[in-house]
């Protein structure tokens, strides 16, 4: 999954063998996520829009002790720990009421509406520590967190929004590139989301996450080099990377045709890890190649054979019939020059042998 879960495709070579490319992205947990959020709730759950109405404005709040502020706080999150959400979150509006720089209650309330998926509303919550307090490392690391649940919800628009704002709040993390790319790769604009990746890698340089995404998006495109690229590189920052040591074993095997770098690929795959469904993808594609490889091996040698005897029956065929000329050549071949008789008296002596029936005959 572009390391997040789109399907596997699968392509098929001559010989009847199936394979299952690992077209998926990792997000930057490194899990491969096929499953997205439903938006539908029930009726129990979350904030109700009645609780959103009954929430008091500033000018309700007026004339509360501000004393009371740290004593609504705690109730609130007291409130909390007994599944009271909707009371508790009026005792926080209160609470900010009477102390609007508290970026604890504002962060509170903010968390209980990103739990209930009203992203938009837990936004301007975390916008309003931010304003408070820049370096609220809560707030901080909320916009990565709401533009994953939009990203979750199919809700790719905003969840660029976020996504993008989280780049700029927290710029030392390559998380919030990584999910943009995501983000990017499912609305296709595919060169923002190679920039996206090669941001990540810049920030996180062993990461192996953005590089194994690059590999499936240069892989999707048919740029097969840049693709075995990206997926080296990404052994490379993890020698136990198994989805790109399977996907690299598939663009030698299904691309090049190389099947002694698949199955070599193939097996490695199996090797980091045996219990991983994908290992037990690589070990039946090796297995698959090999005894293919042993077939084509071995009617090669059966072809051979037949051309190597065919050869030599006519060398042989070739050498007694050399043979034969050579042997004429010296009784009769070297006669040329010489008279017939000189060849004849040769022939003769040739012929003068204890063992010729046909001499002794003459003689007698």
Same mark, same amino acid.
């Given at each position: ?10 392509? @098929? ?28 709730? !029930? ?24 004393? !009371? ?78 533009g994953s649940t939009c990203h979750k919800n199919l809700d790719f628009d905003n ?112 090797? @980091? ?54 042997? !004429? ?30 001499? !002794?005959?003459?003689?007698?």
């Open positions: 999954m572009l390391q997040c879960g789109q399907p596997a495709c699968q392509s @098929a070579c001559s010989n009847k063998r199936v394979f299952k490319f690992n077209f998926f992205f990792y997000d930057s947990s490194n899990k491969a996520n096929s499953t997205f959020l439903s938006d539908e709730k !029930s009726e129990d759950e979350g904030v109700s829009t009645k609780t959103i109405e009954k929430f008091p404005s500033s000018e309700e709040s007026d004339g509360l002790n501000p004393s !009371s502020s740290e004593s609504l706080y705690h109730a609130a999150i007291e409130l909390l720990a007994q599944g009271d959400q909707e009371q508790a979150v009026a005792n926080l509006q209160q609470c900010v009421a009477i102390q609007g720089w508290n970026t604890d209650a504002w962060y509170r309330l903010g968390r209980i509406y990103e739990d209930n998926g009203y992203v938009n509303m837990a936004a301007k919550y975390f916008k309003k520590v931010i304003s408070i307090n820049p370096e609220h490392q809560g707030a901080l690391d909320s916009f990565y967190r709401l969840a660029e929004y976020f996504l993008l704002m989280s780049t700029k709040l927290v710029r030392e993390s390559a998380d919030p590139w990584i999910l943009l790319g995501l983000v990017y790769t499912a609305k296709d604009q595919h060169e923002k989301a190679i920039r996206a990746y090669l941001n990540a890698v810049t920030i996180e340089h062993n990461n192996p996450t953005p590089l194994f995404n690059l590999g499936n998006l240069y892989q999707r495109a048919g740029l097969h080099e840049k693709a075995i690229f990206s997926y080296r590189k990404a052994i490379e920052r993890d020698p136990n990377h198994i989805d790109s040591m399977y996907n690299l074993a598939i663009v030698y095997d299904m691309e090049y045709n190389d099947s002694e770098r698949a199955m070599r690929w193939y097996r490695k795959a199996y090797a @980091a890890d045996p219990n991983k469904a994908v290992s037990t993808r690589a070990k039946a594609a090796a297995s698959s190649i090999a005894a293919a490889y042993f077939e084509e091996k071995n009617k090669n040698l059966k072809g051979n054979k037949q051309r190597v005897g065919s050869q030599v029956k006519g060398w042989k065929s070739k050498l007694f019939a050399h043979r034969r000329a050579k042997s !004429s050549n010296t009784v009769v071949g070297r006669a040329k020059g010489n008279t017939i008789v000189d060849a004849i008296k040769r022939l003769s002596v040739v012929d003068e042998s204890p063992t010729s029936t046909a001499f !002794s005959s003459k003689s007698s």
